[in-house]
Nanobody, 123 residues
Framework: QVQLVESGGGLVQAGGSLRLSCAASERSFSRYTMGWFRQAPGKEREFVGAISRGGGSTWYTDSVKGRFTISRDNAKNTVYLQMNSLKPEDTAVYSC????????????????WGQGTQVTVSS
């Protein structure tokens, strides 16, 4: 089972930027489409974006398009989430996951999850 560890979260002012990283434990990392999700207090887990195995395709939820960018470095077994122009409503715990089957946009399509990293955006 792939182990995923997120890092890079923190407190940032509105309009600022953060770069999250998700490091995987396996060399077979390149076989997985990877997703980023977030969960704010009292809310359901929400799809943020995903990236294909080779990095050639990405998908985003509408609220982050143009502000967030997902990339990956398969040589480092790491996927990144660059977040720019952050807003207070982006405050959440961000988690990465390996895609398994079904919809890229549903957390049910993912079967390995990291522990998450907290992102807090102050106004």
């Amino acid at each position: 089972q792939v182990q995923l560890v997120e890092s890079g979260g923190g407190l940032v002012q509105a309009g600022g930027s953060l770069r999250l990283s998700c490091a995987a434990s396996e060399r077979s990392f390149s076989r997985y489409t990877m997703g980023w999700f977030r969960q704010a207090p009292g809310k359901e887990r929400e799809f943020v974006g995903a990236i294909s195995r080779g990095g050639g395709s990405t998908w985003y939820t509408d609220s982050v398009k143009g502000r967030f960018t997902i990339s990956r470095d398969n040589a480092k077994n790491t996927v990144y989430l660059q977040m720019n122009s952050l807003k207070p409503e982006d405050t959440a715990v961000y988690s990465c996951a390996t895609y398994w089957s079904g919809s890229y946009y549903s957390p049910e399509g993912y079967n390995n999850w990291g522990q998450g990293t907290q992102v807090t955006v102050s106004s």
